[in-house]
């Protein structure tokens, strides 16, 4: 199967690999997927606690390359942005921008869940509550 | 680096033997005679070149010439003896005993039985891939009429106890089949010596041409005979009919003959860098690990697991110039790894991390050179990566972590 330059782009020179330190009270986790699935993303945000923007966003990632992709977009997306205007970043916009074919749609899916429980960990370490909208994502 | 495009797909197809390709090109015009044509010379040169290759293939493998049946491949010769059989032994019994790594053509053939009335045992694997022979005894019945067991593994190169289930076959008066497609023409398979009634194999992967395969028929103590799965002018004594595909005969025949003179060679040079690529990696790497029987094995495979790397991924850092295998099908919606490692009690997140390389005539010593260090760069490029490999440095029980299973 031949991938997009987009998705190989980022394969080969992924942005925003890392780790961030988990115990901090300003950096939000989220861990999704299993390694019997074949996929597991790892992605971490760490926000500044007076005004809610994401300052630094890190992912490590295990999976096919579209998932790995998948994972450094958000990451790119999710910097600059604030907690309640990322939790509209939809799976959907990352399939159009790295031009994804059905079989790799789980890949954003998955990225989406993995946006979504990091803020939702920020939140709960925070004491903030969530918004009356929670979309779940459809898996 | 310059554009380098190294083959280690051999298992898959291999390429055709210029030598073989060479002989075949008289037989597409200047010999282009049906050899079911018995009136004129063209017919006649077709027929003597057709039973010429017959020979060629039946002394690769040790049978009377009479015994070869030319089929389209292995999935044919696999579907002719399995429902063949099953059509004409079916006073004696309707009960099959096959494997859970058989090829898909085997596994696929005894589903479709199962629909017209077959019973089928599908046994397990032992954690090395091979049968335990207490087991396939315990499994037989009254009513086996068949016990279908490929020769070597098409993903791993395991090899089955193929004598000793020729034993029990003889003991037990049960015809006995092989799926022998991986093993033909790269190691010593010679089925009369070891009680094999039936055995499908093909041309295009021992360096002959896609699209001509055969099926080996036992013609005397027992006489095996198989109904015919095509009905058409009673070719290949009336076990397949359909014009012979004369050009890929006779690229068979000569690929055959090669097999027979090279093979002592190329098992030995073959072995040898296959080693030399399995060391070179698991002492480059930590938590390499060889699936299948480390011993009973064919001379040019190997197929390993990189712990915590997802195989899809670590073949896109090399795809470019190294062509072969993952034991992940991840481009399916279902992404289901491997049955074969799964059924050797491999774990999910094993198999969805395994690669298999298969080397051929054609791979060099350089080429396993420059294999070592892509796989060694892109398994640490993945590891890097990986949140599950930092976990595990870190002494995280993989286990214990309540993952999202989606």
């Not at chain 1, 939790?87 to 993995?114: Q, R």
């Not at chain 2, 079916?90 to 077959?118: F, P, W, Y």
């Not at chain 2, 089928?120 to 499994?139: F, P, Q, S, W």
């Not at chain 2, 790269?186 to 094999?196: A, D, F, N, T």
Request: hydrophobic share 40%; net charge negative.
């Amino acid at each position: 199967m031949a991938y997009s330059e987009k998705v190989l782009e980022h394969f080969k020179n992924p942005k925003n690999v890392g780790t961030l330190d988990k115990s901090k009270k300003n950096v939000g986790t989220g861990l999704v997927g299993a390694p019997e699935c074949g996929d597991v993303m790892r992605l971490q945000i760490e926000v500044d606690e007076e005004t809610h923007m994401i300052k630094d966003a890190k992912f490590k990632t295990f999976g096919c390359g579209s998932a790995i992709a998948s994972s450094s977009l958000a990451t790119e997306w999710l910097k600059g942005k604030s907690i309640d205007e990322a939790m509209t970043i939809d799976n959907m916009d990352i399939v159009e921008e790295l031009a994804l074919p059905p079989v790799k749609i789980h890949c954003s899916v998955l990225a989406e869940d993995a946006i979504k429980s990091a803020i939702t960990d920020y939140r709960k370490k925070n004491g903030i509550g969530v918004p009356e909208k929670q979309e779940k994502a459809s898996v | 680096m310059a554009q380098r495009l190294i083959y280690l797909d051999n298992n898959a197809t291999t390429p055709t033997d210029p030598r073989v390709v060479d002989t075949m090109v008289p037989y597409f015009y200047e010999k282009h005679g049906n050899a079911a044509s018995r009136n004129h010379p063209f017919g006649w040169e077709a027929e003597e070149a057709v039973d010429y290759a017959r020979e060629q293939v039946a002394a690769l493998i040790d049978v009377d010439p009479k015994e070869i049946i030319f089929t389209s491949g292995a999935t044919e010769s696999d579907n002719l003896a399995l429902k063949g059989v099953f059509e004409m032994y079916a006073r004696k019994g309707n009960h099959i005993i096959t494997v859970k790594t058989e090829h898909k053509a085997v596994l696929d053939s005894c589903q479709r039985l199962e629909k017209d009335g077959a019973e089928v045992t599908y046994l397990e694997v032992e954690a090395n891939g091979r049968i335990d022979l207490a087991k396939l005894e315990a499994a037989i019945k009254d009513s086996t009429i068949l016990i279908s067991v490929m020769w070597a593994n098409n993903e791993t190169g395991t090899i089955q106890p193929m004598k000793e289930i020729g034993e029990l076959c003889a003991k037990h008066g049960i015809l006995f089949m092989s799926d022998a497609t991986q093993a033909v023409g790269k190691i010593p398979v010679h089925p009369k010596e070891l009680g094999i009634h039936l055995m499908a194999f093909t041309a295009h992967k021992m360096y002959g041409p896609k699209g001509v395969g055969a099926l080996f028929v036992n013609r005397k103590s027992p006489r095996v005979k198989v109904t015919a799965q095509m009905d058409g002018g009673g070719h290949e004594r009336g076990m397949r009919s359909g014009t012979l595909n004369v050009p890929a005969i006779v690229g068979f025949g000569k690929a055959a003959e090669l097999a027979k003179l090279e093979m002592a060679e190329d098992t030995r040079r073959l072995s040898g860098l296959r080693d030399k690529l399995e060391k070179s990696l698991m002492a480059q790497l930590e938590e390499v690990y060889i699936n299948g029987d480390p011993t009973n094995r064919m001379p040019h495979v190997t197929n390993l697991s990189f712990k915590h790397v997802e195989g899809e991924g670590l073949m896109m850092t090399f795809n470019q110039n190294i062509a072969l295998s993952s034991g992940s099908a991840c481009t399916s919606a279902s992404l289901e790894p491997s049955y074969v490692l799964i059924a050797m009690g491999l774990g999910d997140d094993l198999a969805h991390s395994s690669l298999r390389f298969s080397l051929g005539r054609f791979t060099t010593e350089d080429d396993i050179d420059f294999t070592i260090e892509a796989i060694r760069k892109g398994v640490n490029h993945m590891r890097d990566l990986s949140p599950i490999w930092e976990m595990y440095k870190e002494g995280i029980d993989l286990e214990s972590v309540q993952w999202s299973e989606h």
